[in-house]
């Protein structure tokens, strides 16, 4: 819920899953996160830049061995950091938008 207020996306869950991106696409977007908010970086992006994004649900299970990397303290840290320097970025005036100079809009 909080990249969908804080992006204005209509996604619910940017975050997780797998993506399949035209290689070409990937010459046009710079992605600057260094944490687990580099898939919602990808996503909020491309959308911005006017591509066509779709989503998928998927059904998720809770994990039988292991423990996930994802939830620790140090990565909640560097994504709430990202989060907040990819907004504030993409929120300024010089931010590079598609031609038509608008910022997509959710439905």
Known sequence: MILRFLFRTHFRDIS??????????????????????????????VMLRGYPVGEVGIQTFPRVLGNGTS?????????IKDMIIIHRKIFSKDYDLPSSGERMEKD
């Open 16 to 45: 997780t899953g797998l993506r399949l991106v035209k290689r070409s696409l990937l010459a046009d977007i710079f992605l600057e996160s260094n944490s687990p908010f580099i898939g919602a970086e990808l996503t909020i992006k």
């Open 71 to 79: 939830t620790s303290m140090k990565n909640i840290l560097a994504t």
